[in-house]
């Protein structure tokens, strides 16, 4: 594993009564942009090179009669540059990427949040895509 590597989600639309959904052009021009002027700033600083985002939404729906939690992942991707600002980081994303639910993991609704767990990050960065032993974590 690469040290110093972290996991983060990270949202895409921003705010006002009518979002705007920035991934297209996050994926276009190969960048993440976090959407406040300084909210969230010092941990978009910190993230380093070679660090690993997930662009997701988070909402609840119906399963089985039963409200759940849903994380969607909607593209995976590495940091190569970190501009320093506390906004912007340069994004290698996973081409043909194919978005994905997974239950029960809805709690990472702010716009940026770290993923610590190793079951969650498998769940998020190893999809059935990537094979993982155990103890490893997937690199792109």
């Known amino acids: 594993m690469v040290k110093d590597v972290t996991y983060y989600c990270v949202g895409f639309t921003w705010n006002g009564h009518n979002p705007e959904n920035q991934l297209p052009r996050f994926f276009k021009e190969g960048i993440w942009e976090n959407g406040f ?3 969230h ?3 978009v600083k910190s ?3 070679g660090s690993k985002i ?3 939404t988070t909402f609840t729906k119906k399963i089985d009669g039963k409200r759940v939690s849903i994380l969607k992942i909607h593209g995976i991707g590495e940091v190569i540059k970190n ?3 506390g906004v912007k980081l340069k994004i290698k994303w996973k081409r043909d990427f194919v978005p994905f639910e997974i239950i029960n993991k809805g ?6 949040s770290r993923v610590k767990s190793i079951d969650t990050i498998k769940e998020i960065f190893g999809n059935s895509s990537l ?3 155990e ?3 997937p690199s792109y």
């Open 47 to 49: 993230i380093t090179i």
């Open 107 to 112: 709690s990472y609704r702010s716009t940026i």
């Open 131 to 133: 094979n993982i032993a």
């Open 41 to 43: 700033a010092s941990t």
């Open 37 to 39: 002027d300084s909210k």
């Open 54 to 56: 997930a662009a997701k």
């Open 83 to 85: 501009f320093d600002d």
């Open 135 to 137: 103890g490893e974590i």
